[in-house]
């Protein structure tokens, strides 16, 4: 089930492992796995969502480091059981922004802190993080777009500007409840951040000059290359 909160549901975190093998999924969980081997952090990457686009993404949304509630749910998702997941849903779809479009990570990709108290993340955190954001980003051949959210994801500019230089990089504030209880104008500005995305990703489109590009981009992350897309920013 696809709404806000749905994966406090024990059967629902269970249909998304085993979606885990989809074709589309199957790269990026792959790339988690060897991830969590190379990093020492097993129990603290979670996986990505596979009701997200995956490899087809053209959209790769990226906020600080996972949370209490991704590490829990096992996935970096729009429907964990927290207000930051739920307002991130509901902003979404009320921008007219398809999920098939978009995929979720974090820069630093593994959880900070200890127990139940998370840390701020560091510059040391996105210096050891950059490696593995090539290597996903290697696997995201259809990626038009790149949003910052957040001042502290907003921090990996310089390494999105080098790596991703024929992506459009979007910054909107934080979702969370903290950051928008209050401030609705902050509200106003995420939505307007993800409409520009929409539009952005519809003139990709259009002046896409292969119409299977989406199909060839899967094809390529499956053989672990890139395909230069046909937009620079």
Same mark, same amino acid.
């Given at each position: 089930?696809?709404?806000?909160?749905?994966?406090?549901?024990?059967?629902?975190?269970?249909?998304?492992?085993?979606?885990?093998?989809?074709?589309?999924?199957?790269?990026?969980?792959?790339?988690?796995?060897?991830?969590?081997?190379?990093? &020492?952090? +097993?129990?603290?990457?979670?996986?990505?969502?596979?009701?997200?686009?995956?490899?087809? $993404?053209?959209? *790769? !949304? %990226? /906020?600080?480091?996972?949370? &209490?509630? +991704?590490?829990?749910?096992?996935?970096?998702?729009?429907?964990?059981?927290?207000?930051? $997941?739920?307002? *991130? !849903? %509901? /902003?979404?779809?009320?921008? &007219?922004?398809?999920?098939?479009?978009?995929?979720?990570?974090?820069?630093?990709?593994?959880?900070?802190?200890?127990?139940?108290?998370?840390?701020?993340?560091?510059?040391?955190?996105?210096?050891?993080?950059?490696?593995?954001?090539?290597?996903?980003?290697?696997?995201?051949?259809?990626?038009?777009?790149?949003?910052?959210?957040?001042?502290?994801?907003?921090?990996?500019?310089?390494?999105?500007?080098?790596?991703?230089?024929?992506?459009?990089?979007?910054?909107?504030?934080?979702?969370?409840?903290?950051?928008?209880?209050?401030?609705?104008?902050?509200?106003?500005?995420?939505?307007?951040?993800?409409?520009?995305?929409?539009?952005?990703?519809?003139?990709?489109?259009?002046?896409?000059?292969?119409?299977?590009?989406?199909?060839?981009?899967?094809?390529?992350?499956?053989?672990?290359?890139?395909?230069?897309?046909?937009?620079?920013?």
């Amino acid at each position: 089930m696809d709404a806000p909160k749905s994966l406090a549901d024990t059967s629902a975190r269970k249909a998304r492992r085993a979606a885990l093998s989809q074709p589309h999924i199957a790269p990026l969980a792959a790339f988690v796995r060897r991830l969590r081997q190379a990093a &020492g952090h +097993a129990e603290d990457v979670p996986d990505f969502d596979p009701l997200d686009g995956g490899v087809l $993404a053209e959209c *790769l !949304f %990226l /906020l600080e480091t996972p949370g &209490g509630r +991704a590490v829990g749910s096992g996935f970096v998702s729009r429907n964990n059981p927290d207000e930051t $997941a739920k307002n *991130l !849903f %509901l /902003l979404n779809q009320e921008a &007219g922004l398809s999920r098939a479009r978009t995929i979720i990570w974090n820069v630093v990709p593994w959880y900070v802190g200890s127990g139940e108290k998370i840390r701020a993340v560091t510059d040391a955190d996105i210096r050891a993080s950059s490696p593995h954001l090539k290597e996903l980003l290697g696997l995201l051949p259809a990626l038009r777009a790149v949003v910052l959210i957040g001042l502290k994801a907003q921090r990996a500019r310089p390494v999105f500007e080098r790596l991703a230089p024929h992506c459009t990089l979007f910054a909107c504030p934080h979702p969370s409840p903290l950051s928008l209880n209050g401030r609705a104008e902050r509200r106003s500005e995420i939505l307007r951040c993800l409409k520009a995305v929409a539009a952005r990703l519809s003139v990709a489109a259009n002046n896409t000059a292969q119409p299977d590009a989406r199909d060839e981009a899967a094809r390529a992350a499956g053989r672990g290359r890139s395909v230069s897309g046909t937009d620079q920013r």
